[in-house]
């Protein structure tokens, strides 16, 4: 079988993409409108894209209607952003919060979760997450025109929290924690499978 995704509708490619890529890392995206009103949701178009400087990014599509994302209005006006990872006691509000809800709604109170003051950046962080990225907007990329196109962002990871039960000395103890992946359509995935294959070392 060979696809070609530019002789695909947007749907069809997003399912094909989305199909094919996993399983995918959720980030929790919190922010903050000009409002004042907190905006919480989930994003898996999320990748890390830079170790030094620290960098994120995530992708925006457009709605139905052409109109942009609240996350994505948000961060514009604010230029900063939160992203929180999602382990399993999570998973329920993150599914909840995916719901399209108008722009005066905060998500936080919406699904039963704590918003708590960042150090660095103007968006709340989540506190009920294990593990939280403060971050400040480094570059908005514009593809294709609205409603087909997308956004995509590019944040400084400036400040991370962690639990303290979860740090190992330099890293994360993937043993105590239990983050959640998506996969394809409305299916998801935990870490509960992990094997060890150790780099070889080069012959010459």
Same mark, same amino acid.
């Given at each position: #079988?060979?696809?070609?995704? +530019?002789?695909?509708?947007?749907?069809?490619?997003?399912?094909?993409? #989305?199909?094919?890529?996993?399983?995918?890392?959720?980030?929790? &995206?919190?922010? &903050?409108? =000009?409002?004042?009103?907190?905006?919480? =949701? +989930?994003? %898996?178009?999320?990748?890390?894209?830079?170790?030094? +400087?620290?960098? /994120?990014?995530?992708?925006?599509?457009?709605?139905? !209607?052409?109109?942009?994302?609240?996350?994505?209005? $948000?961060?514009?006006? %604010?230029? !900063?952003? &939160?992203? $929180?990872?999602?382990?399993?006691?999570?998973?329920?509000? #993150?599914?909840?919060?995916?719901? !399209?809800?108008?722009?005066?709604?905060?998500?936080?109170? *919406?699904?039963?979760?704590? %918003? /708590?003051?960042?150090?660095? /950046?103007?968006? +709340? @962080?989540?506190?009920?997450?294990?593990?939280? #990225? *403060?971050? @400040?907007?480094?570059?908005?990329?514009?593809?294709?025109?609205?409603?087909?196109?997308?956004?995509?962002?590019?944040?400084?990871?400036?400040? /991370?929290?962690?639990? !303290? *039960?979860?740090? =190992?000395?330099?890293?994360?103890?993937?043993?105590?924690?239990?983050?959640?992946?998506?996969?394809?359509?409305?299916?998801?995935? @935990?870490?509960?499978d992990i094997f060890e294959m150790k780099r070889p070392e080069p012959e010459f």
């Open positions: #079988m060979k696809i070609y995704p +530019p002789n695909l509708s947007k749907r069809d490619s997003h399912e094909l993409l #989305m199909s094919a890529i996993l399983p995918r890392p959720i980030a929790f &995206v919190s922010t &903050v409108g =000009a409002d004042g009103v907190f905006n919480l =949701a +989930p994003f %898996s178009c999320f990748a890390p894209a830079s170790l030094k +400087p620290a960098l /994120v990014c995530l992708e925006f599509s457009y709605k139905r !209607d052409g109109r942009k994302k609240d996350t994505l209005k $948000n961060i514009e006006f %604010s230029k !900063d952003f &939160v992203v $929180n990872v999602v382990d399993e006691t999570l998973a329920a509000a #993150m599914n909840q919060a995916s719901v !399209d809800y108008p722009s005066n709604v905060d998500e936080f109170k *919406e699904v039963g979760l704590t %918003s /708590v003051k960042s150090d660095s /950046v103007k968006a +709340p @962080r989540l506190g009920e997450s294990p593990v939280n #990225m *403060e971050c @400040r907007l480094v570059q908005i990329l514009n593809f294709g025109e609205a409603p087909n196109g997308s956004c995509l962002v590019i944040g400084e990871v400036v400040l /991370v929290h962690v639990r !303290d *039960e979860l740090w =190992a000395g330099d890293e994360i103890d993937l043993s105590k924690w239990k983050p959640i992946g998506r996969l394809g359509g409305d299916l998801y995935c @935990r870490v509960t």
